[in-house]
Every structure is written in C-alpha cells, then in structure tokens.
C-alpha cells in the first residue's frame, strides 16, 4: 500500500508542476500576443501616415518640374507584411490579421488621378507623380 501511495504523490506533483509550467508559458505567450497587437496598432498607423505624407510632399515638392520620383523604405511591423493600395483612399492591409487601416490622404485624392494597384511594402516603394498628366503612380 505504501508503493501506490508512493505513484500517486508523485503523479499528483508531476500534473501539479505541469500545470504551473503550462500556465507561466501560456501568461508569457499572452503577454507577447498584447505587446505584438500594440506595435502593430501603433506602427501601422506610423507607416501609413509616413507614406501620406511622402505621397503629399511628392505633389507639393517641385511645382516646376514635369515629373517628381520620390523612393521610400518600408519596414515590416512586428514581422507581418504590408499590402498598400491607392484608390479612393491610402489603404493598408495587414496579411495575416486581416487587418485594414484607411487615410484620407487630407482629401489629396479629389485632386489628382491616381492607379488603384496594390503594392507590397517588402521592397523600395516608388512614388511618381506626373505633373503633366496630375496622376500618381506607385510601384
């Protein structure tokens, strides 16, 4: 009878300890998901306003000059990748979260034509604007 008392302690202790181990990694795994979520609420409105504000310079930069290429670099946010789209409004769309942020580009769009292709923020983004034409491209 000793022996089994013996089994059961020490499968009581080996659930007991288990189950702490699940619920520390799972309070470290919670906490990680929140600090993730911020930077991404945080810095997808960074990028989106970093990039309407180089759509807005490239249209006010030079109001002598044919055609205005301005090059911007884009960083990934908490590792998740970023698709812009120009149409109506500056659009940003955040891949695995389904996630979509809209900038009114401070009503720049009821002026000038623009192209309503996505691009993805992984590589150098391209802003030209063509003064002849008052259309933005983005590549």
Same mark, same amino acid.
């Given at each position: ?59 006010? %930069?030079?109001?002598?000059?044919? @055609?205005? =290429? &301005?090059?911007? *670099? ?8 970023? !698709? ?18 809209? %900038?009114?580009?401070?009503?720049? @769009?009821? =002026? &000038?034509?623009? *192209? ?8 150098? !983004? ?14």
């Amino acid at each position: 009878m000793k022996a089994v008392s013996l089994i059961v302690q020490f499968v009581i202790f080996f659930t007991i300890g288990l189950s702490f181990f699940l619920l520390i990694g799972n309070l470290f795994k919670f906490q990680s998901d929140l600090i993730k979520r911020d930077i991404l609420e945080s810095g997808s409105t960074l990028s989106l306003n970093q990039l309407s504000a180089a759509l807005i310079n490239a249209v006010n %930069s030079c109001k002598s000059c044919n @055609n205005v =290429s &301005i090059k911007i *670099d884009q960083k990934p946010i908490a590792e998740y990748t970023q !698709i812009y789209q120009l149409s109506d409004n500056l659009i940003l769309k955040i891949e695995p979260e389904n996630k979509i942020i809209k %900038s009114s580009l401070h009503n720049l @769009n009821y =002026s &000038i034509n623009s *192209d309503p292709t996505e691009f993805s923020a992984s590589k150098t !983004i391209t802003l030209t604007y063509d003064r002849t034409n008052n259309k933005l491209v983005i590549k």
